[in-house]
């Protein structure tokens, strides 16, 4: 019964793990498999996570977003900064902990505009889950394909921003655009509820310029001014020393995950016959095909997969970040979402579900059609 609720929880990993396993039997383990692991990947991802992890624990995001709310008046400029609060903090602190801190803020306050807060949850939440989806595209630290391939495919900083801004331009525009009708619907502008109703318990100062001073640490990393070996040592040790149960809030589950694809990834490049079926499928044609697996297999495992048998890193980069949208996997933070839904309005489930796939593809053609206007 543990195995399989297990498989459940950990539906992901266990397909990874299950593949690799498969995979050894087609390549078995010899030397050549600690080459498949991408060290510098799995040593960034779990700094950023555990910085992030330890950053929401001393409850920084959750006082961000009430500060901001305590400027807001008015039902319209509510929705924007709630949705903003996911598009532009998934930038930063990755697009699975923007929803995980700001879905449960938005209950909460919804929860105080009465009929029109309502009324306002289902669409709202499926604003916020799109939003942080687009918005983590821009950076290479919004999610952990991104990630991936900003390191393996070796672009500037410059050159990564700069092939994603226009599709998140494009997406800001029209989540803007999106609210005014939501509102509309929901009822009258109303004034936004007290902010300081239900305040977060102040955190440890010292703790959070702590993880301040980490988070610049693995900016340099990334930016490549940093050795990542130093980063995830400093890391590691400063978070243990001051802060350990933050540690048991890391997603080893998605590290586990990175390192079965690779074995399974490394194992197909070695096995002629597919290796040169999928190349042949993905000359050219990096955009569709990282798109389509996407829907299937969800983005980082179509980046980790589909990234070892092209060399067109950037072409993955679209299309894995526009292949976010779509299914309710296509990103596996959009599950993130729907629990939040199911738990807090489990009646509500079927009309968040239609509601969510019927958005991701609006925006998903609306962007593939900017896509094959500028090429990338």
Do not use: H
């Not at 400029?77 to 903003?84: E, I």
């Not at 595209?137 to 500037?156: A, D, E, H, K």
């Amino acid at each position: 019964m543990k195995l399989i609720r297990f498989i459940r929880q950990e539906a992901v990993l266990s397909t990874a793990a299950l593949l690799a396993v498969l995979s050894a039997f087609l390549v078995p383990p010899d030397a050549g498999y600690l080459s498949y692991l991408d060290l510098r990947t799995l040593a960034v991802l779990f700094a950023l996570m555990a910085v992030m992890a330890g950053l929401r624990r001393q409850g920084v995001f959750d006082r961000l977003g009430r500060a901001l709310l305590g400027r807001t008046r008015g039902l319209l400029a509510l929705v924007w900064l709630l949705v903003g609060l996911c598009f532009f903090g998934s930038m930063v602190i990755t697009n699975d902990v923007s929803l995980l801190t700001f879905v449960p803020f938005t209950f909460s306050v919804l929860s105080g505009l009465g009929a029109p807060g309502r009324r306002l949850a289902v669409p709202v939440v499926c604003m916020q889950t799109v939003a942080a989806n687009l918005g983590s595209m821009l950076t290479p630290i919004g999610n952990p394909q991104n990630l991936y391939l900003y390191s393996r495919g070796g672009l500037p900083l410059g050159e990564f921003l700069g092939l994603m801004l226009p599709y998140t331009l494009a997406s800001l525009g029209m989540l803007a655009v999106w609210a005014v009708p939501v509102c509309r619907r929901a009822g009258a502008l109303r004034p936004a509820p007290d902010a300081s109703a239900a305040p977060t318990p102040p955190g440890d100062r010292r703790i959070i310029g702590m993880y301040g001073v980490l988070f610049g640490l693995c900016l340099l990393v990334v930016a490549r001014v940093l050795p990542y070996p130093a980063a995830f040592v400093l890391v590691l040790a400063a978070v243990a020393l001051a802060d350990r149960p933050t540690l048991r809030l890391v997603d080893y589950s998605l590290l586990l995950t990175f390192v079965a694809f690779f074995v399974f990834i490394g194992n197909l490049g070695r096995v002629p016959a597919f290796s040169g079926w999928l190349q042949g499928l993905l000359a050219g044609r990096e955009v569709p095909v990282a798109v389509l697996a996407s829907q299937v297999l969800s983005n980082v495992p179509a980046a980790l997969l589909l990234s070892g048998f092209t060399d067109d890193i950037p072409g993955l980069i679209v299309g894995t970040n526009l292949g976010g949208l779509g299914t309710l996997i296509a990103s596996m933070a959009s599950l993130i979402s729907y629990r939040q839904i199911a738990r807090e309005c489990p009646e509500a489930k079927g009309r968040y579900f239609g509601l969510f796939t019927a958005s991701n593809l609006v925006f998903l053609a609306a962007l593939l059609g900017l896509w094959a206007l500028i090429g990338r």
